[in-house]
Structures are given as C-alpha cells and as structure tokens.
C-alpha cells in the first residue's frame, strides 16, 4: 500500500492520482517494485490453503479498493464522472481489470496488456 499511498500524495484531480496508480502497476509489471509482479496475487497463489495470509490479503485488498474509490468519490464530487455510478463497483472493477491485465502482461512479458485497460478504463470513468 505503501507504494500506491505515495505515487498518489501529491496529486489532485482524480485522473492524476489514477495514472498514479496505474503507474504502480506498470512498475509491478516491469519488475521495479518486487520480483516476480503483484505481490498480493502471488501470495493468494502460493498461499492456497489460505492459512496464513489470508487476513493480510483481505485486510490489503480492501486498502487497495478503498484507495481506488476515494478516487471515483473525488471525481464523482468534481463531477468528471456519472453520478449514478456506485464508486465501491468501479474501484473492484478498477482493481480487478489491472490485476487481470497485470497477469497477462507478466505471462506474455508484454505491457500491452496493462495498457490496453488502461485505456478502457480511462474512456469509461475519466
């Protein structure tokens, strides 16, 4: 969370602190963060007995999707996105397409993937 709370600090419209966080997914991606992509799909496949981190994950992912609704609530206050959107909806949706796209570009060592959301969700939501 560390990463996505300071790639967002000093941003101020909803689209910038969101480029913000795609950006840590690309550096995911690109391996400048952690070995290996998105240490919490990681976790979850390793950990399949669901044992050990399951709390921690939870507890993450939430984080994660509240960040990413604090997001649309921004925008939804500035009015740069529809009203009638439920901002929890988006960010899952959000955060479920980039891990998706993040494990493809990872699996095919190919960006495109990443960019290719990135873009969808910029035209539905920004």
């Known amino acids: 969370m560390e990463n996505?709370?300071?790639a967002i600090s000093n941003k101020q419209s909803a689209l910038e602190k969101y480029n913000a966080?795609?950006?840590v997914f690309i550096r995911l991606c690109e391996n400048e963060i952690v070995e290996g992509g998105c240490p919490l799909m990681?976790?979850?496949e390793a950990d399949e007995s669901k044992l050990y981190f399951e709390d921690t994950l939870m507890e993450s992912f939430y984080k994660l999707i509240n960040l990413i609704k604090s997001i649309i609530e921004i925008e939804k206050k500035q009015n740069e996105i529809k009203?009638?959107?439920d901002p929890?909806?988006?960010a899952i949706f959000i955060l479920s397409s980039l891990e998706g796209s993040l494990a493809l570009s990872r699996l095919y060592k190919d960006n495109i993937y990443l960019h290719l959301v990135d873009k969808q969700i910029k035209e539905l939501f920004f």
């Open 21 to 23: 966080v795609f950006n």
């Open 42 to 44: 990681n976790a979850i």
């Open 83 to 85: 009203m009638d959107l």
């Open 88 to 90: 929890e909806q988006v």
């Open 4 to 6: 996505y709370n300071e």
